[in-house]
């Protein structure tokens, strides 16, 4: 199965017998086999004609509309997964503060494993990081988790770990004229912000593409506090996958010159969306992800976005890493990072069914 990006503006698709047409005007620039999709994401200004629609719903192709610059708007939802005893389970149990507690902690642990495994990497293939310090300070705050009380806690460490991992990170870029000093996400005022929020939001869609597949409520989670709007469980299992996916795709596609600033441009325009972001919690922690547009001064920066040629660039090197395969801890099997996802979303199912004892995340070795 695979996912399908469609970036060319001012087009449509419309549905010709198995296939779906995208087109621009009287030009046919692809065509699509709807028996291979699995997913469609749409950016900007592309439309969709009443057949394709129906037929995308009846086939479960899960669609995601996003804007011009690859801000999440939404998706097409089709009928409710008939999961039924699943989704009461999920309520039940995401009730109990222990279990909640729990699964929470063993996310935050892997998450803080994971960033402590890519500085770890960073300091082994290059000499004078002086990443010491930082490697040492995530480890004892992943000490740290199994002792907590409560989830302000869990999200107080998560927060003081995030912060000493991008201070960490942001000294394992090669290219000249890249840098990156802090997590700035609205907008994102320099290359690298640009690239992790834009990488951040194109694995959200697929983690809730599993978590809807496998038949959770998306809303409910244990980590992040429910809110009006917010996806607290697909945002919670979408945390041990952010320094392994994104974060080391940021670093490689600069470092390996495969963009570089020219793919880049600064721009007065910044997009307001009427209904609170889904990402107003992106971090788990204000301190690790903070919404500023602002310098060291305290003055307002430009919003930097991708060209259109850069972000081609980027969508392609995402789905390479996707595609990548990596030996599932559980299983064993050699899966796509995109694999790993959807049967950590199952594990996490057998845990909340009571089938297994507890939610292992996946934890680079």
């Not at 503006?9 to 549905?15: D, E, K, V, Y």
């Not at 503060?97 to 495994?117: D, S, Y």
């Not at 500085?119 to 992943?142: F, T, V, W, Y």
Request: aromatic share 8%; hydrophobic share 40%.
């Amino acid at each position: 199965m695979a996912v399908a990006y469609v970036l060319e503006q001012n087009t449509f698709i419309r549905l010709e017998g198995e296939r779906l047409i995208v087109q621009k005007r009287r030009d046919v620039l692809h065509t699509l086999h709807i028996f291979k999709l699995d997913q469609l994401v749409l950016f900007g200004n592309v439309s969709l004609t009443p057949p394709a629609i129906q037929r995308l719903l009846s086939e479960g192709v899960d669609t995601v509309f996003m804007s011009r610059n690859g801000r999440y708007k939404g998706r097409l939802q089709p009928p409710l997964s008939k999961n039924i005893t699943l989704r009461c389970e999920q309520f039940e149990k995401l009730k109990n503060e222990e279990f909640c507690l729990k699964v929470a902690q063993a996310i935050v642990r892997g998450k803080i494993a994971n960033m402590r495994a890519i500085l770890m990497r960073l300091a082994r293939n290059r000499e004078g990081l002086k990443l010491e310090d930082h490697i040492l300070q995530i480890r004892n705050l992943g000490e740290r988790v199994s002792g907590v009380q409560d989830l302000d806690s869990l999200r107080g460490l998560e927060g003081k770990a995030s912060a000493a991992y991008f201070e960490g990170f942001s000294r394992g870029f090669l290219a000249e004229g890249v840098s990156f000093s802090k997590r700035v996400r609205r907008p994102p005022t320099d290359p690298v912000n640009a690239l992790l929020s834009l990488g951040y939001t194109l694995l959200f869609n697929s983690v809730m593409g599993a978590v809807s597949l496998v038949g959770f409520d998306p809303y409910l989670g244990a980590l992040h506090a429910v809110d009006y709007g917010r996806p607290s469980l697909a945002l919670d299992l979408m945390e041990e996958w952010r320094p392994l996916v994104v974060d080391t795709l940021v670093l490689s596609v600069f470092n390996l010159k495969s963009l570089t600033l020219e793919d880049f441009v600064k721009t007065g325009e910044i997009e307001h969306d009427s209904d609170r972001d889904v990402f107003e919690d992106e971090g788990v922690s204000e301190s690790a992800d903070r919404t500023e547009g602002t310098d060291a001064k305290g003055e307002v920066t430009l919003p930097v976005k991708l060209t259109d040629a850069g972000f081609r660039k980027f969508i392609v090197q995402f789905e390479r890493k996707m595609h990548q395969k990596i030996k599932h801890h559980l299983t064993q099997q050699q899966l796509s990072y995109r694999d790993c996802i959807r049967e950590q979303v199952r594990h996490f199912a057998r845990v909340v069914r009571g089938e297994e004892k507890r939610y292992q995340p996946m934890i680079s070795r």
